[in-house]
DNA sequence: ATGGCATGACAATCATGA
């Protein structure tokens, strides 16, 4: 039995910090590695401006919503092994937002969720209060979108780390942001909604990060974060055969600060 | 030392990221 087109699938998630600066490493990545549904956050484009014919081109479909100079997500479907999607929405529904970090959309069986989580600035201040409500409403929502698809994968970058492993110092990040108790609570209530982290279903090296200041070499001192993820309903959890962060890209020319997260997804 | 670097909007600096 085979539950997708193809024998298996890969799935990815990758804050590419400006579409159009990074546009070639995204045609140059997609050519280089079969990935077939690709999830982008921060493109900083305005829908029109999206580069439609270039992905095209490439052999992708592209769904998006964006706006000028900050956020803006995207869903790519390889065209060669995945069908049309159908019921895409461009937003959190019943969540009024001027900011656009959301993207969800159905295809091969599946409900696919794009998400670019607020960064929340500095703890206690307007911004966090913001990540926090964001991440509640979105979790209200999923609870919905769960109890009627059995297969979903939420990915992106939720701008959390949610473990001390996932933090190159712990102790300096301690209640930081990206780090603080009630950013990781959020987490793990993504998670108590079934969803299965998928990187960590697999053994993993120490170390393993996928975001890296541009600052201070911090790549090159591996003074990163864990902060890009994939999460997995236990339908699709059950079938996902390996998780890999992308590390190559961020030692490219003119990188983006994160690194591609990709699953890998077998039919029994 | 609250900076550093990168991006975009804008036309010299400034907001934002994480």
Redesign the pocket.
């Known amino acids: 039995m085979t539950l997708f087109a193809v024998p298996s699938l890969r799935l990815a998630t990758w804050?590419v910090?400006?579409?159009?600066?990074?546009l070639p490493h995204l045609l140059a990545w997609l050519h280089a590695r079969t990935v077939d549904i690709v999830c982008l956050?921060?493109t900083?484009l305005?829908d029109e401006s999206f580069p439609v014919q270039d992905l095209l081109d490439a052999g992708y479909r592209c769904h998006f919503a964006g706006q000028?100079?900050?956020n803006g997500v995207a869903i790519l479907l390889r065209v060669a092994s995945v069908g049309v999607a159908d019921a895409v929405i461009p937003a959190l529904p019943d969540f009024d937002d001027s900011q656009k970090r959301l993207i969800a959309l159905t295809v091969e069986g599946m409900r696919i969720v794009c998400g670019?989580?607020?960064?929340?600035?500095?703890v206690g201040s307007e911004?966090y209060a913001y990540k926090l409500q964001w991440i509640k409403a979105l979790t209200q929502w999923l609870r919905g979108e769960i109890s009627s698809h059995d297969r979903l994968a939420l990915l992106g970058?939720f701008?959390i780390a949610p473990e001390a492993r996932d933090v190159h110092d712990p102790v300096l990040w301690e209640g930081q942001?990206?780090c603080s108790d009630a950013e990781r609570e959020g987490f793990r209530g993504l998670l108590a909604l079934g969803l299965r982290d998928a990187f960590r279903l697999f053994e993993q090296p120490e170390r393993s990060f996928t975001?890296w200041?541009?600052?201070?070499l911090a790549f090159r001192r591996k003074m990163g974060?864990r902060?890009d993820h994939i999460l997995l309903s236990a339908a699709l959890a059950g079938l996902c055969t390996g998780c890999e962060i992308d590390v190559e890209l961020r030692r490219q020319e003119?990188?983006?600060?994160?690194a591609p997260v990709v699953a890998t997804l077998t039919s029994p």
């Open positions: 804050n910090n400006s579409l159009k600066v990074r956050q921060e900083k305005a000028k100079t900050y670019y989580f607020p960064n929340g600035q500095a911004k970058d701008n942001i990206l975001w200041d541009y600052r201070e974060l902060i003119r990188p983006s600060d994160h």
